[in-house]
């Protein structure tokens, strides 16, 4: 195997999820072709724009292939601390099936596409966590808790209607999540990023030479994914 591509999509927008090609193979130009392909037979599906993200020291096929550089988000990580409440006492933030349309109406506001299968699926997955804080029979916020590697917890998702109710909830689910290295992709200069940045998170030292992630469009993308209250990175 030379390489592969990973894609999905929301609504006629195709998102470029990982390119991974062999280094033995990346002289032979397999992953262009592998690019082309993949974007003809995503055109065939009625996809008509793209996005994508891409560290500094991989962005070179995006440029060439004429995708336009937009916003950037910046990983920031927290080790774990010796004091918290415990993971226990999320339970009552905790979100299921029956939330479902309350997240995804929530996610629409900020993201600007609705994406109810996207929402269903992240609800299925075991180790996957909504978290969120309700005023009367509204979702003012909510944050999904995605597993990486060694058992590492990133935060995604960081979806609210106000700032205050961004920070209320996150107060909560960090302390709760004490006990665990945390992570997010934050978006460059936001109130998530200096709100992280505050409590003790900083940029990894592997992710200082190639940070930060840039996204990269093509096409009709209108303002999907642009809005001010997108506070993380929301397409994977």
């Not at 440029?63 to 988000?73: E, L, N």
Request: aromatic content about 10%; proline content about 3%.
């Amino acid at each position: 195997l030379l390489g592969f591509f990973a894609t999905h999509h929301f609504s006629d927008i195709g998102y470029l999820d990982m390119m991974i090609v062999s280094p033995g193979a990346r002289k032979s130009h397999v992953a262009r072709k592998l690019y082309f392909e993949t974007t003809r037979q995503m055109k065939r599906k009625g996809i008509n724009s793209w996005v994508a993200h891409s560290t500094n020291d991989s962005y070179r096929m995006f440029k060439f292939m004429r995708f336009q550089a937009g916003q950037s988000f910046t990983l920031l990580a927290r080790d774990p601390l010796e004091a918290g409440k415990g993971i226990e006492s999320l339970n009552e933030y905790l979100l299921g099936a029956t939330d479902e349309d309350l997240l995804v109406s929530l996610d629409e506001e900020v993201f600007d596409a609705p994406r109810r299968e996207w929402i269903n699926t992240l609800l299925a997955q075991p180790t996957t966590r909504f978290y969120g804080s309700r005023q009367t029979d509204r979702l003012v916020a909510s944050v999904c808790t995605r597993l990486r590697k060694q058992n590492a917890l990133c935060l995604d998702s960081v979806n609210a209607q106000s700032i205050d109710a961004m920070e209320g909830l996150l107060n909560q689910v960090l302390e709760g999540l004490a006990s665990h290295r945390v992570e997010c992709f934050a978006r460059t200069d936001s109130e998530l990023h200096h709100y992280l940045l505050a409590r003790q998170f900083s940029v990894p030292e592997f992710f200082e030479p190639i940070g930060p992630l840039v996204e990269w469009r093509k096409g009709p993308t209108g303002d999907v994914g642009l809005s001010s209250k997108v506070q993380s990175l929301a397409w994977f």
